[in-house]
């Protein structure tokens, strides 16, 4: 399995950007896709879960109301559409795929495979 983030880049606060996971070696609807990311100095957060077929989301707190995550199963991708971005935003940012069915992972630990990451920086 292989996942493959782009769409990161330097904006201005406020401003939106999609970015998006290319998933491939495996059936994408197996397995449900989690978002974090990781800023300089602190730890790996998360951000967003979608569940296999799209129908279940949940947020951080911190990204509610601002930040949309979808998928196209038929694109084998996932997507992580930020709007009204701030400084605080500026991260490292990941997509990773776990197969389980029922739960939520918010730890990271739950996941089993993950891309390289994107770089988002937000200015002032």
């Known amino acids: 399995v292989q996942l493959v983030e782009s769409g990161g880049g330097l904006v201005q606060t406020g401003a939106s950007l999609r970015l998006s996971c290319l998933f491939s070696?495996?059936?994408?609807?197996?397995?449900?896709m989690g978002w974090f990311r990781q800023a300089p100095g602190k730890e790996r957060e998360f951000v967003a879960h979608?569940?296999?077929?799209?129908?279940?989301?949940h947020y951080a707190d911190s990204v509610k109301g601002r930040f949309t995550i979808s998928r196209d199963n038929i694109k084998n991708t996932g997507y992580l559409q930020l709007s009204n971005v701030k400084p605080e935003d500026t991260a490292v940012y990941y997509c990773?795929?776990?197969?389980?069915?029922?739960?939520?992972?918010?730890?990271?630990?739950?996941?089993?495979?993950w891309g390289q990451g994107t770089q988002v920086t937000v200015s002032s």
């Open positions: 990773a795929a776990d197969s389980d069915r029922i739960r939520v992972g918010i730890t990271g630990r739950e996941y089993q495979y």
């Open positions: 070696g495996r059936p994408f609807d197996g397995y449900a």
């Open positions: 979608i569940n296999q077929g799209g129908g279940y989301t």
